[in-house]
């Protein structure tokens, strides 16, 4: 199977450069070096004509006020990248003295129109940027927080303490019964687009994948499920999850939803789900293949996944 969107980054994170903090003073002076930055989460791009990400030189962002130095994401050739949260701004292509063919673009809409490795690098930029975004003080005291190691930590000026970015483990499951896999329909997106989707939920604080997928096809269909497989994983920058997906086998087959999450969960037969992939059934709209949930969905129906 080729890797899920949002996966694929080829930069290497420089760990090594990066706990150097002369290295880094000097890679964002390096002409060479290369600056994403993102308005409000959204990401720069550029149409010439094709879209890329727009990088922009260190004499373009030099003269500009931030709230934090640049996130160095890493190296490519050698070549230094960062993200840089521009938000401050309130004309931000005015201000970058950027023409027409660059825009902002929100990151979901951004990844439709990249290569793989762009919307990895893409998926990383935003991920880091947002997490800073809202850990600008301590948990523990209060204190403002400061970035260190190129953005890989913030440690605070009052107590001392590191605060590491986050990656919020999310449990994605088809739980099938022979011939037929559940599916549901989520309040909020999935509801109003019409769409059936596996069945989800984050991992709680002691809790292993297996556990996860079982309490929360429990939850949200009343199902009980034994067996549990590891398929793969995506990043999902939304802020910055890990969605670990898993199919299931089902013990038991009577639904009791959860009214409060779910607007609809049913069984649905390998063939309906087929005849939706192939787009030859209107009453069963199934995610795009941007989404884990669509490739866990279809390695089920094209029978990859035995129980
Ligand atoms: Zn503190």
Redesign the pocket.
């Known amino acids: 199977m080729s890797r899920h969107v949002f996966s694929g980054n080829p930069l290497d994170r420089g760990d090594v450069e990066r706990r150097d903090e002369d290295w880094l003073k000097q890679a964002a002076r390096d002409p060479r070096s290369r600056f994403l930055p993102l308005w409000q989460l959204n990401i720069l791009l550029q149409n010439i004509p094709l879209t890329k990400l727009g990088w922009l030189k260190p004499t373009d962002i030099e003269k500009l006020a931030f709230d934090d130095p640049p996130v160095f994401l890493g190296l490519m050739n050698g070549i230094p990248h960062f993200a840089v949260d521009v938000s401050a701004l309130t004309e931000p292509l005015q201000e970058l003295g950027l023409e027409e063919t660059w825009s902002f673009v929100e990151a979901r809409s951004a990844a439709s129109q990249l290569t793989p490795e762009d919307v990895g690098i893409l998926a990383q930029g935003k991920a880091q940027v947002d997490w800073h975004r809202r850990h600008r003080f301590?948990?523990?005291?209060?204190?403002a927080?400061q970035p260190a190691r190129g953005g890989q930590v913030r440690k605070?000026?009052?107590?001392?303490?590191e605060h590491f970015p986050r990656t919020d483990p999310v449990a994605i499951m088809v739980v099938t019964d022979g011939e037929r896999a559940l599916l549901g329909q989520s309040r909020g997106r999935l509801a109003r687009s019409g769409r059936y989707s596996a069945l989800a939920g984050f991992i709680d604080q002691a809790e292993c994948i297996e556990e996860a997928v079982r309490r929360e096809v429990k939850e949200e269909a009343g199902i009980t499920v034994g067996e549990v497989r590891y398929h793969s994983s995506q990043p999902w920058p939304f802020p910055y999850s890990l969605m670990i997906g898993c199919h299931g086998k089902a013990v038991t087959t009577d639904i009791a939803k959860d009214d409060e999450e779910m607007t609809d969960v049913r069984w649905f037969t390998r063939e309906e789900v087929l005849s939706s992939l192939a787009g030859r059934n209107p009453n069963l709209r199934l995610p795009d293949p941007v989404a884990i949930a669509h490739h866990l969905i279809t390695a089920w129906a094209e029978e990859k996944v035995l129980f």
């Open positions: 301590c948990g523990l005291c209060g204190g927080t605070c000026i009052q107590c001392n303490s």
